[in-house]
């Protein structure tokens, strides 16, 4: 267990419906990561925080995407109208500070399946 | 374009046996190595880190190894566990940039 916790960890859900998962990293931890990762890949980055700043979005995060850390503790990732391909697993992550050697510490993962 | 290359995708060994999974990477400026297990349905686990002037790193049975001048890593595995199975992902950190680079990881499965 790294401290970083995630929930739910498991989603099914049918295409088109909206679904939104939620990130707890470590209390003291600034920086808050979201990525996807599909099967047989490693983890792609989607948008990160700084606090309560989302300081970058990758071109993954189409406009079906948002994500929020309204007080810089936890953090919210929603998917709206969900298609077959936002399956996946959504990993959280998060790290101390800005520090470029500070390893950021993964949660369980929320597994999506659309069906 | 920076990359992060990693071999073999997989690999299956016998209990107690040794291995080692190889990284290449072009991310240029360099600041440091990571290696990650990722266990199924979980999220990666830091294994080791290295900066650019750091050759080795051991942790308990595994042991990293940097060349930073052929720009290549391994993550060696002593007396293999059941409980290795799993994958080891490479991650490389360009130099003052927070957005890491991953690799697709390596499979390992661990036969009793």
């Known amino acids: 267990d790294t401290g970083v916790s995630q929930d739910p960890r498991h989603k099914i859900t049918k295409r088109g419906q909206n679904v939104t998962f939620r990130c707890d990293p470590i209390?003291?931890?600034?920086?808050l990561y979201w990525y996807r990762q599909t099967l047989g890949q490693g983890p792609e980055f989607l948008t990160y925080?700084?606090?309560?700043?989302?300081?970058?979005k990758s071109r993954l995060l189409s406009d079906r995407f948002s994500a929020e850390r309204p007080k810089g503790s936890f953090s919210t990732l929603e998917i709206q109208r969900t298609e077959q391909g936002d399956s996946a697993m959504y990993l959280c992550?998060?790290?101390?500070?800005?520090?470029?050697?500070?390893?950021?510490?993964f949660g369980p993962g929320t597994r999506l399946l659309v069906l | 374009k920076n990359q992060v290359e990693q071999s073999p995708q997989s690999l299956i060994i016998l209990e107690g046996k040794n291995c080692t999974l190889q990284?290449?990477?072009?991310?240029?400026?360099?600041?440091?190595l990571r290696w990650y297990k990722q266990d199924t349905g979980r999220g990666p686990v830091s294994l080791t880190i290295?900066?650019?002037?750091?050759n080795t790193k051991s942790n308990g049975r595994y042991t990293a190894t940097l060349d930073a001048d052929t720009k290549q890593s391994s993550l060696h595995i002593t007396a293999s566990q059941l409980s290795d199975s799993a994958s080891y992902i490479c991650?490389?950190?360009?130099?003052?940039?927070?957005?890491?680079?991953f690799g697709k990881g390596t499979r390992l499965h661990i036969l009793p």
């Open positions: 992550a998060s790290s101390p500070s800005a520090r470029d050697q500070e390893t950021q510490y």
């Open positions: 209390s003291e931890h600034n920086r």
């Open positions: 925080f700084q606090n309560e700043a989302q300081l970058e």
């Open positions: 990284c290449n990477y072009t991310v240029s400026p360099f600041s440091n």
């Open positions: 290295m900066t650019f002037s750091e």
């Open positions: 991650v490389v950190s360009p130099n003052r940039d927070d957005k890491i680079i």
